[in-house]
């Protein structure tokens, strides 16, 4: 599960993914779900059969309260085997200190582009050695910015001397915050089909060959891996446990609804229910978008009643229920 307790942060990162729903908001989001309370937490780590949690932000350490109690709350409930890692890029030693008394499990520390061939000058390096001598798992994670292969080095090279077993680097990837930036520092899209950044894999690459033999292990993450893997897997655990009787769901793990459009709602479930002896685990009022969902198939045997538009809905099944398609059915 990732777990973003803040948007808020006083790095400024020109690459950063952060979706503009979330920059510099002090909310906190459970995957995709807006987070009002430990339950919906809990909800949806089990709802995606959640083996680990990664914190992520914003800068979650200008949210240290929530963040401490997070880790608290999800190794309280599903015990010290839920693996918990966090992404910062503030190297606050005193904080490090508290996480690890919560019960972290790995850190991932983000220096930012200006400090990675200098890393060794900065607080990065003794944070580095001093989650390590916590028992942290310690990493550096960054996205693989093609031209900086060389700093991108220099970097993994002092972080293994401070102490750091890995390096991740992600494919850099254009998103609907950061488009203008990358943009303007002259990055192209890889192809038609996707939002990585040219060049960002091959950058790996080279990367991972200047690195090969030595003790810090490199890891590589492609965006299409995180979406068509990742994602995917997720999704579909999420469709599993959350599927109601009147959702289908298909290969891909989206749900397929009947939906009723209607300015009275309340007037035509109660009329589905009682006139067309509808189950009621088959048909319900969606409050939240303020419409009847109804199994597909049934929608499909239904005479049109009056002042009603039907429709054939495809959505996925994360919390914030984005709709893939939306057909009319009759
Ligand atoms: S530290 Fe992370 S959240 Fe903050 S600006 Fe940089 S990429 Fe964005």
Not at 78 to 100: E, V
Not at 172 to 199: A, C, P, R
């Amino acid at each position: 599960m990732v777990l973003l307790v803040t948007g808020k942060c006083g790095h400024n990162c020109y690459y950063c993914p952060l979706s503009l729903k979330k920059q510099g908001k002090p909310d906190t989001y459970a995957n995709e779900k807006l987070v009002q309370s430990d339950d919906d937490i809990i909800f949806e780590a089990e709802s995606i059969e959640a083996r680990g949690t990664g914190i992520t932000g914003g800068d979650p350490f200008l949210a240290m309260k929530q963040t401490i109690h997070f880790i608290e709350l999800l190794k309280g409930h599903f015990g010290t085997k839920h693996n918990i890692h966090l992404y910062i890029a503030t190297p606050d030693l005193k904080k490090i200190s508290q996480l690890a008394e919560a019960g972290l499990d790995e850190i991932r520390f983000h220096p930012p582009p200006e400090d990675w061939p200098i890393l060794e000058n900065t607080k990065f390096s003794e944070a580095i050695s001093h989650a390590r001598n916590l028992g942290l798992r310690t990493g550096i994670e960054i996205p693989c910015i093609p031209g900086k292969e060389k700093e991108m080095v220099i970097l993994a090279k002092s972080a293994e001397l401070a102490g750091a077993e890995f390096i991740n680097l992600n494919e850099l990837e254009f998103s609907e915050s950061n488009w203008q930036e990358l943009k303007t520092h002259g990055f192209q899209v890889k192809d038609d089909i996707s939002s990585s950044v040219k060049g960002s894999q091959e950058a790996a690459g080279k990367v991972a060959k200047a690195l090969k033999g030595r003790r810090i292990i490199v890891h590589y993450c492609s965006s299409s891996f995180k979406d068509a893997t990742q994602l995917r897997n997720r999704i579909i655990r999420r469709a599993k446990n959350t599927a109601t009787k009147l959702e289908i769901i298909t290969e891909e793990g989206t749900f397929i609804k009947g939906v009723i459009e209607t300015k009275k709602p309340r007037e035509i479930l109660k009329l589905l229910k009682i006139d067309y002896m509808v189950p009621s685990e088959l048909v319900r009022h969606d409050v939240d978008k303020s419409r009847i969902e109804i199994a597909a198939w049934i929608l499909e045997d239904l005479p049109v009643l009056s002042n009603c538009e039907y429709f054939i809905v495809e959505e996925y099944p994360t919390a914030d229920r984005l709709e893939v398609e939306k057909r009319p059915a009759n």
